[in-house]
């Protein structure tokens, strides 16, 4: 039971470059959600999904998309990164309150 | 709108002293749940309890302990005879109690160090 994992673990990209960050969990667990942590603003919420084939916009969703093709995974995707988006990403999964938080990516656009 | 206030960014404390890190929330819920969670060094998020707004029982664990206020909107948490190992990022935070799977919405943490 790997509970939920995050990949890559790190990454650089340069400015307008494109990637995808991959979450996964093996709880069954029907919500996911991404964070975005930056230095002295805790977490904030980028997108979430209440189950597989639906997703919704967070606090801070612009310049991110995300896809839900499988219940065990969620995507998040950046088209055109740009440096504001240096940042560390969690993913967390829950089947009620609690949240199960990824390990994190730390992710730098130069 | 719901809001979570941790007024203290960093604590400094020398090993064994009683550190208390504050939490103030806002929510126009009736029903809700609070949590706090730790970030050690090391990055992951350790999650250290959460409470509903129906119980407003102080709760210890070990050195750890939670006071709930609603009359105030607090939720404090005391490490008493801190240890260099409780240092950490601090992180209390906010849910629906009536939307399972809603998101939470955090503080912007408090840093604590602990010197030996």
């Known amino acids: 039971n790997a509970g939920v994992t995050q990949t890559p673990k790190f990454r650089v990209l340069k400015t307008g470059q494109s990637m995808t960050l991959l979450c996964a969990q093996d709880?069954?667990?029907?919500?996911m959600y991404w964070y975005r942590q930056d230095p002295g603003m805790g977490l904030r919420l980028i997108h979430y999904s209440v189950g597989e084939g639906t997703t919704a916009k967070g606090e801070v969703p612009d310049g991110y998309n995300v896809s839900r093709l499988k219940k065990q995974n969620f995507l998040l995707g950046l088209e055109s990164a740009a440096p504001s988006q240096t940042s560390v990403y969690f993913c967390?999964?829950?089947?009620?309150?609690?949240?199960?938080f990824g390990p994190g990516t730390r992710l730098t656009v130069l | 709108a719901q809001k979570v206030t941790q007024a203290q960014t960093e604590i400094s404390v020398v090993e064994k002293e009683d550190v208390t890190l504050d939490c103030v929330y806002e929510t126009r819920d009736t029903t809700y749940y609070l949590f706090w969670y730790k970030q050690p060094p090391s990055g992951e998020l350790v999650f250290l309890i959460r409470?509903?707004?129906?119980?407003?029982q102080n709760e210890i664990s070990g050195r750890y302990s939670w006071n709930f206020q609603k009359s105030t909107s607090s939720f404090n948490f005391t490490i008493t005879a801190s240890q260099v190992v409780d240092s950490a990022v601090y992180f209390c935070a906010l849910s629906d109690f009536n939307q399972a799977g809603t998101a939470l919405i955090f503080g912007k943490g408090t840093t604590l160090s602990v010197s030996s």
């Open positions: 409470r509903n707004s129906f119980d407003e």
């Open positions: 967390a999964s829950s089947y009620s309150l609690e949240q199960f």
């Open positions: 709880m069954n667990h029907e919500y």
